[in-house]
Every structure is written in C-alpha cells, then in structure tokens.
C-alpha cells in the first residue's frame, strides 16, 4: 500500500502551530536570559565567591547535570504542590528551564573565568575595584568572549530541550503537533512541519546568538 502524503490540514490548524512557536520561544527567550544570569552568579559563586558559598552551588549544579531535564520538570510541576508550591505550566516550564541552563551555563561560564590571567585581577585590585567590581568590569567580559560558541550551544540545546514541556500540558511547539496528529491522523506529516520548524527556529537561535556575540565582543568579530 502506498502512503499519500497530506498537508491539507495546515490550512485549518496553523494557528495551533502559530501559538506553539510563540510559547517556545518564549520559554527560549526567559529561560535563555534567566538561565544565562543564574550561570554567571553561580560561576563567580564557584570560581571566586565565599567559600560557604561554593558547596550548595556545587551541589546544585551537580543535581542538575546529573539528572534528566524531564524528571526535574515532573518534580517542579508535580512534585512541588505536596508541599504547597502550585504553579501553572507555562511557570514551571520557565522555572525548570532557568534552573536547568542555570546548572549548564555555570561549568561553561567558570570555565572562562578560570582561564583568565591573574594579573587581571590584580590590575582590579590595584585600582581599588572591590572582587565583585573586579569579575563585573574585568573579569566577565573577557570570559564570556571565550566561551561565547559554547554557551550559545547549550542555549540552542535548551530551547530543543523545550519539546519535553509538552508532557505537562505546556501548549509549546511539541504540544501542538501532538494535538494536530490526535485530530488529523496524519502523525508523519504532523512531525515532519514542526520538525522542519524546530530546524529553523534553531538555525535563527544560533544567528540570533552570533549576532549578540558580535555586539558583545567588536573585537573579536574583528578578529
């Protein structure tokens, strides 16, 4: 028998998908510059912060990266309300995403720091900078301009990541091509458009992402 490919569907549930891009890259762009500012507060906690500051950080992000993103969503979603803490699901999805890229982008963000010369931070100090003027104006900069590709990767991995809020309702991309295959039957061609929109709304992430590092850091676009 001869499958016939049907994309006649498109017509009547584009909205449906029209609003799954919009909620997944609302959860890109809130988890990515939440997630992203969580890193660098841990990173300069790990890397250069008070020692009783650095074992909870280690523990946290050592959970995190040990663990599936889908089970720390249930825990968020599910989980929490035993103890009191409700959420809607778009507030967990958020939630768990900034806590997931926090975990990441912390080990990516210290790794920058922990190359910089010391000799920088000692030019900070000199100058009077306290540690926490010092890493801001200093230190953090050049740090990230290291690690830029790097951490536009994780973020790029967090926002395809993102089709796992689907299974607490979240009405993202993947949500929506599930409620357009249970309505239509045609789960092959339901995959393949958002598919083919996760590729692209990637590929834009990535430019986006390169964009931001080219404003970020002129000098190294020159280079």
């Not at 507060?41 to 020692?51: F, I, K, N, V």
């Not at 599910?78 to 778009?90: D, I, K, W, Y």
Request: aromatic share 12%.
């Amino acid at each position: 028998m001869t499958y016939a490919f049907d994309y006649g569907w498109l017509a009547d549930y584009w909205p449906v998908l029209l609003k799954g891009i919009g909620i997944t890259v609302e959860l890109t762009l809130v988890g990515g510059v939440l997630g992203v500012a969580l890193g660098i507060a841990c990173a300069w906690a790990r890397a250069l912060g008070p020692t009783y500051l650095r074992p909870p950080v280690a523990a946290y992000v050592e959970l995190i990266r040990n663990t599936p993103f889908l089970i720390q969503l249930f825990f968020i979603f599910f989980g929490l309300p035993a103890l009191g803490v409700r959420m809607g699901e778009l507030q967990a999805a958020n939630l768990a995403m900034v806590i997931n890229l926090g975990a990441y982008s912390c080990e990516i963000i210290r790794a920058g720091i922990q190359t910089t010369p010391r000799g920088q931070f000692e030019a900070g100090a000199s100058l009077g900078m306290s540690r926490i003027e010092t890493f801001r104006h200093v230190v953090l900069i050049p740090a990230l301009q290291r690690i830029w590709p790097a951490l536009s990767s994780q973020i790029v991995i967090v926002m395809l990541g993102s089709a796992a809020v689907s299974q607490i309702a979240a009405e993202d991309l993947t949500f929506a091509a599930n409620f357009i295959q249970s309505r239509t039957f045609r789960a092959f061609e339901a995959y393949f458009v958002s598919t083919l929109i996760y590729l692209a709304l990637a590929i834009l992430l990535r430019q986006a992402l390169r964009g931001i590092g080219w404003g970020l850091f002129p000098k190294r676009s020159a280079r």
